[in-house]
RNA sequence: GCCGGGAUGGCGGAACUGGUAGACGCACAGGACUCAAAAUCCUGCGACCGCAAGGUCAUGAGAGUUCGAUUCUCUCUCCCGGCACCA
C-alpha cells in the first residue's frame, strides 16, 4: 500500500476543523474523576500577534494536559485574554481607535494563531479581563479589600512615570526606571489607591508560603528578596533637648495626692534625668494627706528655681500645682509635662477626696499657654473613661498633645515609668539589625525626610539643614541610590543620648539613610558597618570597635583534653616602600613563615611591644609608625609544640621601614628564624601560618569595618589589658561596667566576658525591653501595593467621593461600574485620569445620602484582572457570584502552572495575596487551602538567533505564523520542546527545524511497514516507560529524543505491528496531535487518538537479555563485553579476570579488591 | 556588595540515586542515487600520538574524598537572574 506524501497543511486543518466544531476538549463542571487543573498564563493580545516565545509554554502545558487526560483525569485547560493595559490606550490615542476595537481585533489574531497550534483548551470557558461581566467581579474584589481596610486612599510620595503619565506600584520599577517603557521615574505625591499587602496578616504568609511550594528556588528566592524581612530592635534614642537660646533645660518635678519624692517614678526619673547631666528638683509638698493649692503653690515658687529652661513636669495632683504655679509667676518657662493630672469636678465619680475642695479648678488656659514653651498631656490607657475624657478636654484647652501609653502600673505609679522620660525628651525611634553593636553607635543619622528634623535642628545649623534638604528633594531615587557617590550630609546641632552608656552622639542627616525603609533613623556604628564607616571617616566621627572576630584554627583546632593559655599578642607588619615587601620570619625550627610577632607585657602598649619583637627578630630599629590596623582578633588553635590550647588575641600594627638600619640580632633568635622580605602576593592562607592574616590582608586594603560576627570586646567586655591605640576613640571611663550591672539588673547572671555578638544581640534586646529604651522588631522592605492608575483603559475603581460621608463603596447591586466612552484618551498628567472630564459619569449620588457626589476616576492596575481569573475559569459564566464555591472546591488549587519568570514579584506576588485574601473571607473554599499554585514551572525566554533578546527594534523576531505554514504545527511544537529543558534560555535555531520535520516524515513513512498484529518490539514497551517518565518530569526535551530513538530503531525493523504503530502513535499524539490523529484514522481506527488511554507497558519486556559490561582496572575502563544479564557474580568476576585484554594490566599481581555492580561493571584494584 | 542558578564537542543539548562522558538533533566531511542539483540513504565526526591494534588527555580552573567524580566537598574564574546606601 502506497500512502500520499505527508502534507501538513491540509493535515492540520482537518483535524482542527474537527476539534473545535465538537468542544473536544470540554472539561466537565464537577469533575467524576481524579482531577487536574493546568494553566498558563493568560497573554496579552497585543498588535504584534503571537510570538514564538508564546507556544513554548503552552504546547509544554498541552503535553501534560493531554497525557493526563489519557491517564484517565479530568483536566482543566482554559485560554482567556488579559487584555487591558496601555499598549491599547496608547495605540487609541495615536489612531483614536478605541481600545475595545483594537482589542477585539487582538484577541480575534491570538486566537486564530493559538487555535492553529492545535492545542486542547476548553474554549467555553474563555474569559477577558475588558469584558464587564468579568471586571464586575474585579471591582467587587476591591470592594471586598475595601471593606476590610485592605484598600485605602492616601497622599503618598509614589513612583510617577512622566512618559505614561501614571503613577506605577514598587514592583513596576526596575532599576528606578519604568517596567515598561524605560522612563526614569519620578517621585510624585499624588492621591493614590493602595492595597496594603504588608498587612500583617498576610505579609507572614506570603513569606512563610513559600516553603510549602513547588516552584524554583530562583523564583522563591526573588519574592523572599522582594519581602525583604529583617530582623532586629527598634531603639529609642533621646534627643537632648534645647531650651530658649539653645540652653540645655532642667527640670522640676511635683509630685501628687500622698505622694513623695521618693514614690512612684519620681526617683528613676531623676536619676536617668541627672545621669545624662541634667539638673532636677524634686521638692516635697507640704500637708500631702490633706494638700491646700495656695500652700503648695507657694511652697514651689517660694523653694524652687525657675527659670525660662524649665520644663516642670506634674503628676496627678501635681500637675494641677504645677499649673497654678505656671498662672502666678508670671515668667517663661521651657515647657509643661501633665502626667496623668488631676480631674476637674465635673468628670467626677466615686469617693470624695480632700483635695477638691481645698483646690480651686478654673484656670487661666491663656496665661498657661503664653508662659509655657510646649505642653504635652500623658494619658494611661489602664485608667477609667471619664478621665480619658478629661484629659481630651484639658488637651484641647491647652493646646497640647496627648500621648497614650499602657503604664507599668495604672496612673503612672510604677517605679520605673520610662514613657514619661521619653516624653520629656525627644526621642528618635532607630531600627537595626545588630543592637549589639549599640555600644558602637557614635552618631546618628536621619533621612532628610525625617518629620522631626526640622524641630530637633539648632538655629546655628538650621541654613545648612535646609538647603541639604532641599538638595536631596531635588535628586531622583536613580541619584540617591547611586553607590559609587561619595556620602554626604549635614549636622543638625542636636545630640542624642545612646541609652547603653548615656554617651552624647551627634545626630546627623544624609540621604544615604531612606525616609522608607525602617523608622527612617539609624544609630550609625562605623567600625561595623561600611556605609557608616564612609560617612565617619569623610567627617571625622568616633569610630569604636565593639565587636571582635574570632577564628578557630580548622587544622589545628583547640583540644578539650588540653590546657589552655590566653595571651595578648602583637603582629608587626612592617612594609618596606621601596621594594614594596613585607618582612616575615622564615623559621628553621618549624617548617613556618609568620610576620614578627610576641606576647605584649606588662605595662607596655602594643606598638611599643611591636617595636621591640621587630628590634630583637630582625634587628631592624628605624620604624616609621603608621597605624594599628583595626581591632584585635581573637585565634584559637592547638599549638602542637607546646602541646597546649592558645587563645591569641592579637593587634597588628603597620610600620614602614625608614631605614635600613640594624643591630645585630642574638645568636638565639638566630637560630630561631631568618628574616625575609616577602611581596603581598606571597601572603596567602595557604603558605603562612597565622589564622588571623585574612583580616590583615582585608585591612592592608582598607577594610576596616568588620560586620560579621564574634565577640563582645570592651566596652561591653572589660578584658584586661587591652591596648589602648586599638579603639580609634576610647570610650568615656565607667562606660566598661555599665552594661555589666545593667545585665545583672535584667537578671543575667553572667559570665558576659566571651559573650559571642548572637548571645549578647539577645540581651542586649532584653535590656531595651526591660528598661523602655526599644524592643524586638520585624522590618520588610515590602511596601503597599499602589493600586490606581491615572489611566483609561482599566476597571474603574468603585468608590464615590461624598461630601459628607467620604469614600463610599458602590453597592454590589450597581456593579459593574462601567467604563464610559471618552473622546480624548490622552492622561492628563496632572495625576487626574481621563475620566475626569467626563462630567455625567463623574457626576453622581452619593449611596448613602442620596446627595450630589463623584466617582473616583483612576482605574485598576493590569494585575487587578489577572489577579483571580484561574477562579473564573472554574465557573466562567455566572452572574449570580465570583465563581460557584461547588465549583471552585472541584478545582482548585491550580496544580500546574506554566508561565514566564518575568512575572516573580508581579503577578505571582499580587494573586496569592489576592487568593489568600479571598480564602479569608471564605470566597475561596477551606478545604482547597490558601495558596493558589502548587506547582510552577518558568519556561525559560527563547533568544534569536543571534542570542539577543527578540525585540521588533532589534528585528530579530521569529514569527510563528511563517514556521506553521512551512514545517508545521507539529514540527514548531516538537521542534520547540526538543530545544533543550523547559526552564532554560535557549536561541531560536531555525536550521534545527528540519530535524523534527524528516522525525515526522520517517513517521509517516512507517506506515508503509505496519503490518496486521500485535506483537511489541522491547524498544515499544521502553518508549512507553520513557515517555511517560519525561511528560512526567516535564523533560519534554529528552522525550522527543527518545522518539526520535524509537523510529531510528524501527527503521531497521522487518515490519511494525498494527497494534505497535497504534500504541507508539498514542504516545506521540500530545506532541504532535495531528499528525498522531491522521495515522491513527489512516490506521483504520474511526476515534480518536487523544481520547486513548495511555498504554501500559510490561516491566518485564524492558530487561535485555544481554548486557555490556565494562571492566576496569584502578578506574579505567580496559575492556567492555557482552554477557547474559542474568549471570552471577561470581561468573562474572571469572570472566572480567580471564579476559585477555585484563591480563597484560595486571601484571601477574593479585587484585587487592574486585568491585562488581550488577548488569554494569566489573572494577579490579590493584 | 548580598542571595539564587549555571559552565559538557563547531552549535542546541544527553548522562537514572557516584559506575562506559558526548545519547538525540543541527552543522560539517566523504560516499551512494542523479546528466546535474535538491530531496533521500549510507559512513565518519572531542583533542593529541599512532599505518593499525591501541594509548594519552578531556565535562570553566585548581585542590580533596573514592577502586571510580560531569555527579560529592572546598577554593577560585566567568556567565545569567534577583536584591541593593534596606541599617
Same mark, same amino acid.
Request: charged share 25%; hydrophobic share 35%; with cysteine.
Given at each position: 500500500?502506497?500512502?500520499?506524501?505527508?502534507?501538513?497543511?491540509?493535515?492540520?486543518?482537518?483535524?482542527?476543523?474537527?476539534?473545535?466544531?465538537?468542544?473536544?476538549?470540554?472539561?466537565?463542571?464537577?469533575?467524576?474523576?481524579?482531577?487536574?487543573?493546568?494553566?498558563?498564563?493568560?497573554?496579552?493580545?497585543?498588535?504584534?500577534?503571537?510570538?514564538?516565545?508564546?507556544?513554548?509554554?503552552?504546547?509544554?502545558?498541552?503535553?501534560?494536559?493531554?497525557?493526563?487526560?489519557?491517564?484517565?483525569?479530568? =483536566?482543566?485547560?482554559?485560554?482567556?485574554?488579559?487584555?487591558?493595559?496601555?499598549?491599547?490606550?496608547?495605540?487609541?490615542?495615536?489612531?483614536?481607535?478605541?481600545?475595545?476595537?483594537?482589542?477585539?481585533?487582538?484577541?480575534?489574531?491570538?486566537?486564530?494563531?493559538?487555535?492553529?497550534?492545535?492545542?486542547?483548551?476548553?474554549?467555553?470557558? $474563555?474569559?477577558?479581563?475588558?469584558?464587564?461581566?468579568?471586571?464586575?467581579?474585579?471591582?467587587?474584589?476591591?470592594?471586598?479589600?475595601? $471593606?476590610?481596610?485592605?484598600?485605602?486612599?492616601?497622599? /503618598?510620595?509614589?513612583?510617577?512615570?512622566?512618559?505614561?503619565?501614571?503613577?506605577?506600584?514598587?514592583?513596576?520599577?526596575?532599576?528606578?526606571?519604568?517596567?515598561?517603557?524605560?522612563?526614569?521615574?519620578?517621585?510624585?505625591?499624588?492621591?493614590?489607591?493602595?492595597?496594603?499587602?504588608?498587612?500583617?496578616?498576610?505579609?507572614?504568609?506570603?513569606?512563610?508560603?513559600?516553603?510549602?511550594?513547588?516552584?524554583?528556588?530562583?523564583?522563591?528566592?526573588?519574592?523572599?528578596?522582594?519581602?525583604?524581612?529583617?530582623?532586629?530592635?527598634?531603639?529609642?534614642?533621646?534627643?537632648?533637648?534645647?531650651?530658649?537660646?539653645?540652653?540645655?533645660?532642667?527640670?522640676?518635678?511635683?509630685?501628687?495626692?500622698?505622694?513623695?519624692?521618693?514614690?512612684?517614678?519620681?526617683?528613676?526619673?531623676?536619676?536617668?534625668?541627672?545621669?545624662?547631666?541634667?539638673?532636677?528638683?524634686?521638692?516635697?509638698?507640704?500637708?500631702?494627706?490633706?494638700?491646700?493649692?495656695?500652700?503648695?503653690?507657694?511652697?514651689?515658687?517660694?523653694?524652687?528655681?525657675?527659670?525660662?529652661?524649665?520644663?516642670?513636669?506634674?503628676?496627678?495632683?501635681?500637675?494641677?500645682?504645677?499649673?497654678?504655679?505656671?498662672?502666678?509667676?508670671?515668667?517663661?518657662?521651657?515647657?509643661?509635662?501633665?502626667?496623668?493630672?488631676?480631674?476637674?469636678?465635673?468628670?467626677?465619680?466615686?469617693?470624695?477626696?480632700?483635695?477638691?475642695?481645698?483646690?480651686?479648678?478654673?484656670?487661666?488656659?491663656?496665661?498657661?499657654?503664653?508662659?509655657?514653651?510646649?505642653?504635652?498631656?500623658?494619658?494611661?490607657?489602664?485608667?477609667?473613661?471619664?478621665?480619658?475624657?478629661?484629659?481630651?478636654?484639658?488637651?484641647?484647652?491647652?493646646?497640647?498633645?496627648?500621648?497614650?501609653?499602657?503604664?507599668?502600673?495604672?496612673?503612672?505609679?510604677?517605679?520605673?515609668?520610662?514613657?514619661?522620660?521619653?516624653?520629656?525628651?525627644?526621642?528618635?525611634?532607630?531600627?537595626?539589625?545588630?543592637?549589639?553593636?549599640?555600644?558602637?553607635?557614635?552618631?546618628?543619622?536621619?533621612?532628610? $525626610?525625617?518629620?522631626?528634623?526640622?524641630?530637633?535642628?539648632?538655629?546655628?545649623?538650621?541654613?545648612?539643614?535646609?538647603?541639604?534638604?532641599?538638595?536631596?528633594?531635588?535628586?531622583?531615587?536613580?541619584?540617591?541610590?547611586?553607590?559609587?557617590?561619595?556620602?554626604?550630609?549635614?549636622?543638625?546641632?542636636?545630640?542624642?543620648?545612646?541609652?547603653?552608656?548615656?554617651?552624647?552622639?551627634?545626630?546627623?542627616?544624609?540621604?544615604?539613610?531612606?525616609?522608607?525603609?525602617?523608622?527612617?533613623?539609624?544609630?550609625?556604628?562605623?567600625?561595623?558597618?561600611?556605609?557608616?564607616?564612609?560617612?565617619?571617616?569623610?567627617?571625622?566621627?568616633?569610630?569604636?570597635?565593639?565587636?571582635?572576630?574570632?577564628?578557630?584554627?580548622?587544622?589545628?583546632?583547640?583540644?578539650?583534653?588540653?590546657?589552655?593559655?590566653?595571651?595578648?599578642?602583637?603582629?608587626?607588619?612592617?612594609?618596606?616602600?621601596?621594594?614594596?615587601?613585607?618582612?616575615?620570619?622564615?623559621?628553621?625550627?618549624?617548617?613556618?613563615?609568620?610576620?614578627?610577632?610576641?606576647?605584649?607585657?606588662?605595662?607596655?602598649?602594643?606598638?611599643?611591644?611591636?617595636?621591640?619583637?621587630?628590634?630583637?627578630?630582625?634587628?631592624?630599629?628605624?620604624?616609621?609608625?603608621?597605624?594599628?590596623?583595626?581591632?584585635?582578633?581573637?585565634?584559637?588553635?592547638?599549638?602542637?609544640?607546646?602541646?597546649?590550647?592558645?587563645?591569641?588575641?592579637?593587634?597588628?600594627?603597620?610600620?614602614?621601614?625608614?631605614?635600613?638600619?640594624?643591630?645585630?640580632?642574638?645568636?638565639?633568635?638566630?637560630?630561631?628564624?631568618?628574616?625575609?622580605?616577602?611581596?603581598?602576593?606571597?601572603?596567602?592562607?595557604?603558605?603562612?601560618?597565622?589564622?588571623?592574616?585574612?583580616?590583615?590582608?582585608?585591612?592592608?586594603?582598607?577594610?576596616?569595618?568588620?560586620?560579621?560576627?564574634?565577640?563582645?570586646?570592651?566596652?561591653?567586655?572589660?578584658?584586661?589589658?587591652?591596648?589602648?591605640?586599638?579603639?580609634?576613640?576610647?570610650?568615656?571611663?565607667?562606660?566598661?561596667?555599665?552594661?555589666?550591672?545593667?545585665?545583672?539588673?535584667?537578671?543575667?547572671?553572667?559570665?558576659?566576658?566571651?559573650?559571642?555578638?548572637?548571645?549578647?544581640?539577645?540581651?542586649?534586646?532584653?535590656?531595651?525591653?526591660?528598661?523602655?529604651?526599644?524592643?524586638?522588631?520585624?522590618?520588610?522592605?515590602?511596601?503597599?501595593?499602589?493600586?490606581?492608575?491615572?489611566?483609561?483603559?482599566?476597571?474603574?475603581?468603585?468608590?464615590?467621593?461624598?461630601?459628607?460621608?467620604?469614600?463610599?463603596?458602590?453597592?454590589?447591586?450597581?456593579?459593574?461600574?462601567?467604563?464610559?466612552?471618552?473622546?480624548?484618551?490622552?492622561?492628563?498628567?496632572?495625576?487626574?485620569?481621563?475620566?475626569?472630564?467626563?462630567?455625567?459619569? =463623574?457626576?453622581?449620588?452619593?449611596?448613602?445620602?442620596?446627595?450630589? /457626589?463623584?466617582?473616583?476616576?483612576?482605574?485598576?492596575?493590569?494585575?487587578?484582572?489577572?489577579?483571580?481569573?484561574?477562579?473564573?475559569?472554574?465557573?466562567?459564566?455566572?452572574?449570580?457570584?465570583?465563581?460557584?464555591?461547588?465549583?471552585?472546591?472541584?478545582?482548585?488549587?491550580?496544580?500546574?502552572?506554566?508561565?514566564?519568570?518575568?512575572?516573580?514579584?508581579?503577578?505571582?506576588?499580587?494573586?496569592?495575596?489576592?487568593?489568600?485574601?479571598?480564602?479569608?473571607?471564605?470566597?475561596?473554599?477551606?478545604?482547597?487551602?490558601?495558596?493558589?499554585?502548587?506547582?510552577?514551572?518558568?519556561?525559560?525566554?527563547?533568544?534569536?538567533?543571534?542570542?539577543?533578546?527578540?525585540?521588533?527594534?532589534?528585528?530579530?523576531?521569529?514569527?510563528?505564523?511563517?514556521?506553521?505554514?512551512?514545517?508545521?504545527?507539529?514540527?514548531?511544537?516538537?521542534?520547540?520542546?526538543?530545544?533543550?529543558?523547559?526552564?532554560?534560555?535557549?536561541?531560536?535555531?531555525?536550521?534545527?527545524?528540519?530535524?523534527?520535520?524528516?522525525?515526522?516524515?520517517?513517521?509517516?513513512?512507517?506506515?508503509?511497514? =505496519?503490518?496486521?498484529?500485535?506483537?511489541?518490539?522491547?524498544?515499544?514497551?521502553?518508549?512507553?516507560?520513557?515517555?511517560?517518565?519525561?511528560?512526567?518530569?516535564?523533560?519534554?526535551?529528552?522525550?522527543?529524543?527518545?522518539?526520535?530513538?524509537?523510529?531510528?530503531?524501527?527503521?531497521?525493523? $522487518?515490519?511494525?505491528?498494527?497494534?505497535?504503530?497504534?500504541?507508539?502513535?498514542?504516545?506521540?499524539?500530545?506532541?504532535?496531535?495531528?499528525? /498522531?490523529?491522521?495515522?491513527?484514522?489512516?490506521?483504520?481506527?474511526?476515534?480518536?487518538?487523544?481520547?486513548?488511554?495511555?498504554?501500559?507497558?510490561?516491566?518485564?519486556?524492558?530487561?535485555?537479555?544481554?548486557?555490556?559490561?565494562?571492566?576496569?582496572?584502578?578506574?579505567?575502563?580496559?575492556?567492555?563485553?557482552?554477557?547474559?544479564?542474568?549471570?552471577?557474580?561470581?561468573?562474572?568476576?571469572?570472566?572480567?579476570?580471564?579476559?585477555?585484554?585484563?591480563?597484560?594490566?595486571?601484571?601477574?599481581?593479585?587484585?587487592?579488591?574486585?568491585?562488581?555492580?550488577?548488569?554494569?561493571?566489573?572494577?579490579?584494584?590493584?
Amino acid at each position: 500500500m502506497v500512502h500520499k506524501p505527508y502534507d501538513h497543511q491540509k493535515v492540520e486543518k482537518k483535524w482542527q476543523d474537527t476539534w473545535y466544531a465538537s468542544d473536544a476538549f470540554t472539561a466537565p463542571d464537577h469533575p467524576t474523576k481524579h482531577k487536574a487543573y493546568i494553566l498558563d498564563m493568560f497573554p496579552y493580545p497585543s498588535g504584534d500577534g503571537l510570538h514564538v516565545g508564546h507556544p513554548e509554554g503552552y504546547t509544554a502545558s498541552d503535553i501534560f494536559s493531554r497525557y493526563l487526560r489519557m491517564q484517565g483525569k479530568n =483536566v482543566l485547560h482554559p485560554m482567556g485574554w488579559d487584555a487591558f493595559g496601555l499598549p491599547a490606550e496608547n495605540y487609541a490615542i495615536k489612531t483614536g481607535t478605541h481600545p475595545s476595537l483594537t482589542t477585539k481585533q487582538n484577541i480575534a489574531t491570538f486566537k486564530r494563531q493559538i487555535q492553529a497550534l492545535g492545542f486542547s483548551y476548553d474554549w467555553t470557558r $474563555e474569559l477577558n479581563t475588558t469584558d464587564p461581566e468579568y471586571y464586575k467581579w474585579t471591582q467587587w474584589i476591591f470592594l471586598k479589600l475595601f $471593606e476590610k481596610g485592605l484598600a485605602y486612599e492616601a497622599e /503618598a510620595p509614589i513612583n510617577w512615570c512622566p512618559k505614561d503619565k501614571t503613577g506605577l506600584a514598587n514592583e513596576e520599577v526596575v532599576g528606578g526606571k519604568c517596567d515598561r517603557c524605560g522612563t526614569v521615574v519620578e517621585k510624585k505625591n499624588i492621591r493614590q489607591w493602595l492595597v496594603k499587602i504588608t498587612d500583617a496578616k498576610y505579609i507572614e504568609r506570603l513569606l512563610n508560603d513559600l516553603d510549602t511550594l513547588d516552584w524554583s528556588t530562583s523564583i522563591k528566592q526573588s519574592q523572599r528578596n522582594w519581602i525583604g524581612k529583617s530582623e532586629g530592635a527598634e531603639i529609642d534614642f533621646t534627643i537632648q533637648p534645647q531650651a530658649h537660646g539653645g540652653q540645655e533645660p532642667n527640670f522640676l518635678i511635683l509630685h501628687g495626692y500622698t505622694g513623695r519624692v521618693d514614690k512612684n517614678f519620681i526617683p528613676n526619673l531623676k536619676e536617668q534625668l541627672e545621669s545624662q547631666g541634667y539638673v532636677v528638683q524634686t521638692p516635697q509638698l507640704p500637708n500631702t494627706t490633706a494638700p491646700k493649692e495656695v500652700e503648695q503653690v507657694q511652697y514651689v515658687i517660694d523653694n524652687c528655681t525657675i527659670d525660662s529652661s524649665t520644663i516642670i513636669v506634674g503628676h496627678s495632683l501635681g500637675g494641677v500645682v504645677a499649673m497654678k504655679v505656671i498662672q502666678k509667676i508670671n515668667q517663661p518657662i521651657a515647657g509643661l509635662v501633665l502626667v496623668a493630672p488631676a480631674v476637674e469636678p465635673e468628670f467626677r465619680t466615686g469617693e470624695e477626696r480632700p483635695f477638691w475642695k481645698t483646690f480651686t479648678w478654673d484656670y487661666d488656659y491663656n496665661r498657661i499657654k503664653k508662659f509655657s514653651g510646649f505642653r504635652i498631656v500623658l494619658s494611661d490607657l489602664l485608667e477609667k473613661d471619664e478621665r480619658a475624657a478629661y484629659l481630651g478636654y484639658l488637651a484641647k484647652k491647652l493646646d497640647a498633645p496627648v500621648r497614650e501609653t499602657t503604664a507599668n502600673k495604672s496612673h503612672f505609679r510604677g517605679t520605673n515609668e520610662p514613657f514619661v522620660l521619653h516624653n520629656l525628651l525627644r526621642t528618635i525611634k532607630v531600627f537595626t539589625t545588630r543592637p549589639d553593636t549599640l555600644f558602637g553607635a557614635t552618631y546618628m543619622v536621619l533621612s532628610p $525626610e525625617h518629620p522631626l528634623v526640622s524641630e530637633i535642628t539648632t538655629d546655628e545649623h538650621r541654613k545648612a539643614v535646609e538647603k541639604y534638604q532641599k538638595q536631596a528633594s531635588q535628586k531622583s531615587d536613580l541619584d540617591r541610590t547611586d553607590l559609587a557617590k561619595e556620602k554626604t550630609g549635614v549636622f543638625t546641632g542636636a545630640y542624642a543620648i545612646n541609652p547603653v552608656n548615656n554617651e552624647k552622639i551627634p545626630v546627623w542627616i544624609a540621604d544615604y539613610v531612606l525616609a522608607s525603609y525602617g523608622t527612617g533613623a539609624i544609630m550609625a556604628v562605623p567600625a561595623h558597618d561600611e556605609r557608616d564607616h564612609a560617612f565617619a571617616k569623610k567627617y571625622e566621627l568616633p569610630i569604636v570597635d565593639v565587636i571582635m572576630p574570632h577564628v578557630i584554627d580548622a587544622k589545628n583546632p583547640p583540644r578539650s583534653d588540653k590546657q589552655t593559655l590566653e595571651r595578648q599578642s602583637v603582629h608587626a607588619i612592617v612594609h618596606d616602600p621601596k621594594t614594596d615587601r613585607y618582612l616575615c620570619l622564615q623559621w628553621k625550627i618549624f617548617p613556618w613563615t609568620t610576620f614578627v610577632m610576641g606576647g605584649v607585657e606588662a605595662g607596655e602598649d602594643i606598638i611599643e611591644a611591636a617595636k621591640r619583637e621587630v628590634k630583637e627578630e630582625a634587628g631592624y630599629t628605624d620604624l616609621h609608625f603608621e597605624r594599628v590596623i583595626g581591632g584585635p582578633v581573637r585565634a584559637d588553635y592547638f599549638a602542637t609544640h607546646k602541646d597546649e590550647n592558645r587563645r591569641s588575641i592579637a593587634s597588628a600594627v603597620l610600620f614602614t621601614l625608614a631605614s635600613d638600619a640594624r643591630e645585630e640580632i642574638t645568636a638565639k633568635e638566630k637560630a630561631k628564624a631568618e628574616p625575609v622580605w616577602l611581596p603581598l602576593s606571597a601572603l596567602k592562607p595557604e603558605s603562612m601560618r597565622c589564622s588571623e592574616l585574612p583580616f590583615w590582608l582585608d585591612r592592608l586594603e582598607g577594610n576596616f569595618t568588620y560586620s560579621g560576627e564574634g565577640l563582645m570586646i570592651r566596652p561591653a567586655l572589660p578584658m584586661s589589658p587591652i591596648p589602648k591605640p586599638v579603639l580609634e576613640v576610647p570610650m568615656s571611663p565607667g562606660a566598661a561596667g555599665h552594661l555589666g550591672n545593667e545585665l545583672q539588673r535584667i537578671g543575667y547572671d553572667g559570665p558576659y566576658e566571651g559573650l559571642t555578638s548572637q548571645e549578647f544581640r539577645k540581651a542586649i534586646v532584653g535590656w531595651l525591653e526591660k528598661t523602655g529604651n526599644g524592643k524586638a522588631a520585624t522590618n520588610y522592605k515590602l511596601r503597599d501595593w499602589v493600586f490606581s492608575r491615572q489611566r483609561y483603559w482599566g476597571e474603574p475603581i468603585p468608590i464615590v467621593h461624598c461630601p459628607e460621608h467620604g469614600n463610599v463603596a458602590v453597592p454590589e447591586d450597581k456593579l459593574p461600574v462601567l467604563l464610559p466612552d471618552v473622546k480624548k484618551y490622552e492622561p492628563t498628567g496632572t495625576g487626574e485620569s481621563p475620566l475626569a472630564g467626563i462630567k455625567d459619569w =463623574v457626576n453622581t449620588t452619593c449611596p448613602q445620602c442620596g446627595e450630589p /457626589a463623584k466617582r473616583e476616576t483612576n482605574t485598576m492596575p493590569q494585575w487587578a484582572g489577572s489577579n483571580w481569573y484561574f477562579l473564573r475559569y472554574c465557573d466562567p459564566h455566572n452572574n449570580k457570584q465570583l465563581a460557584d464555591p461547588a465549583k471552585l472546591k472541584a478545582w482548585l488549587p491550580v496544580d500546574t502552572y506554566i508561565g514566564g519568570a518575568e512575572h516573580a514579584v508581579l503577578h505571582l506576588l499580587y494573586a496569592r495575596f489576592i487568593y489568600k485574601f479571598l480564602f479569608d473571607i471564605g470566597v475561596v473554599p477551606k478545604e482547597v487551602g490558601d495558596e493558589p499554585f502548587i506547582k510552577l514551572i518558568n519556561q525559560g525566554l527563547i533568544l534569536a538567533e543571534d542570542g539577543q533578546k527578540m525585540s521588533k527594534s532589534r528585528g530579530n523576531v521569529i514569527n510563528p505564523d511563517l514556521i506553521v505554514r512551512e514545517y508545521g504545527a507539529d514540527s514548531l511544537r516538537m521542534f520547540e520542546m526538543f530545544m533543550g529543558p523547559l526552564q532554560d534560555a535557549k536561541p531560536w535555531n531555525t536550521r534545527g527545524i528540519v530535524g523534527v520535520r524528516r522525525f515526522l516524515e520517517k513517521v509517516w513513512q512507517l506506515q508503509e511497514k =505496519v503490518q496486521d498484529g500485535s506483537e511489541l518490539h522491547r524498544e515499544t514497551h521502553a518508549l512507553v516507560k520513557q515517555i511517560g517518565d519525561d511528560i512526567k518530569s516535564f523533560s519534554l526535551n529528552t522525550a522527543v529524543s527518545n522518539f526520535m530513538k524509537w523510529t531510528n530503531a524501527a527503521a531497521t525493523w $522487518e515490519s511494525v505491528s498494527k497494534m505497535e504503530f497504534g500504541t507508539f502513535l498514542t504516545l506521540l499524539s500530545p506532541f504532535a496531535p495531528h499528525l /498522531a490523529q491522521e495515522l491513527w484514522s489512516q490506521l483504520g481506527h474511526k476515534d480518536q487518538v487523544h481520547a486513548q488511554s495511555w498504554p501500559n507497558f510490561d516491566a518485564s519486556k524492558l530487561i535485555a537479555e544481554n548486557v555490556e559490561v565494562v571492566v576496569q582496572v584502578n578506574g579505567k575502563v580496559r575492556d567492555k563485553f557482552t554477557v547474559a544479564s542474568g549471570i552471577s557474580v561470581e561468573d562474572l568476576k571469572a570472566q572480567a579476570l580471564g579476559s585477555k585484554k585484563i591480563q597484560p594490566w595486571l601484571g601477574g599481581k593479585t587484585p587487592k579488591k574486585i568491585i562488581v555492580v550488577k548488569g554494569k561493571l566489573v572494577s579490579i584494584v590493584i
